[in-house]
């Protein structure tokens, strides 16, 4: 999914210091035209631009939209997709062509240079969770793949059901430590975690007690489970948080204001992020570049 506003700024976030669980209230966004989806935009939040390497959580739905995204470009990330409800039809550069539906993922890693688009049928109920993970820089100029996983690995414990989609058992690629899974609550839940990484959880549905609707719950580093009471689906991310700083501006991951601007004027003139084929209709033009050069930036400030 693209980030799709005309006016994309950087994000540059304060620490607060407590080293507590914080709540991170999302805003809206519409994905683009006169009939826009509205995603809630959770990461990169004022606060806080990253948990582990995941740089970006759109939630939608569930809501009777279509979703219409035209091709358009990425670099130094990977594309997380995962539904709740719906299907929605991936299409990108490398020739891939591949619906995805609840219970699966599909993974695209951008790595220097890709492009893709995003549709759904008209009148059907969307309703899921598209994230980024940030590559770092070993392996941000690595070559654009994708990946489709139709049977990912299920933990279970008292009171939970745990469908990994990244790291730990999960067969997906990642190049840092992290996880990324959809946990269904039972009760009461104790899930192990790892105790380096910090986490996040965002209600998908029914009522965790822990876990408000709406806003993504961050969890500092320490913690070696995380208890959880009720009957519903959260998803949880997290990972090693991440060290290097990075330059996020549009649909682009890079170290300096320098490679933004080359990724631009490579989308916008070149043809180093391959045609997307087979969609009715025109790529998404680049927003203009802001007036100040962007800085690289650490996950808090």
């Not at 770092?136 to 414990?157: I, K, S, T």
């Amino acid at each position: 999914m693209s980030n799709l506003e005309r006016d994309p700024q950087e994000v540059v976030c304060a620490a607060d210091g407590t080293g507590q669980p914080e709540l991170l209230t999302g805003r809206a966004v519409p994905l683009g035209g006169p009939r826009a989806m509205t995603v809630t935009r959770t990461l990169p939040h004022v606060r806080r631009r990253m948990i582990g390497a995941w740089c970006f959580v759109d939630a939608y739905g569930p809501e009777t939209a279509a979703m219409r995204v035209p091709p358009h470009p990425h670099t130094g990330l990977q594309t997380v997709s995962w539904l709740v409800e719906g299907e929605v039809l991936h299409r990108d550069s490398v020739g891939s062509l591949r619906a995805v539906q609840p219970g699966q993922l599909n993974l695209m890693t951008a790595g220097r240079g890709i492009s893709h688009s995003e549709e759904s049928a008209e009148g059907g109920t969307l309703h899921g969770v598209q994230l980024w993970v940030a590559l770092p820089e070993r392996h941000r100029g690595v070559e654009p793949a994708f990946e489709h996983h139709a049977d990912l690995p299920v933990l279970e414990g008292p009171g939970y059901r745990s469908r990994v989609l990244m790291g730990g058992p999960s067969p997906a690629t990642a190049y840092t430590p992290l996880i990324g899974a959809e946990v269904s609550v039972e009760g009461r839940a104790e899930l192990p975690v790892e105790p380096g990484f910090e986490h996040g959880l965002l209600l998908l549905d029914g009522a965790v007690e822990q876990v408000p609707e709406g806003p993504l719950l961050y969890l500092p580093p320490g913690r070696e489970r995380i208890v959880l009471e009720g009957r519903g689906r959260v998803l949880l991310i997290g990972g090693e948080p991440f060290a290097e700083e990075i330059v996020m501006w549009w649909n682009f991951v890079g170290r300096s204001h320098d490679d933004i601007a080359a990724y631009r004027k490579e989308w916008m003139e070149g043809s180093g992020f391959g045609e997307v084929r087979g969609f009715d209709g025109a790529p998404l033009p680049a927003p203009e570049l802001p007036g100040i050069r962007l800085k690289p930036r650490g996950r808090v400030r």
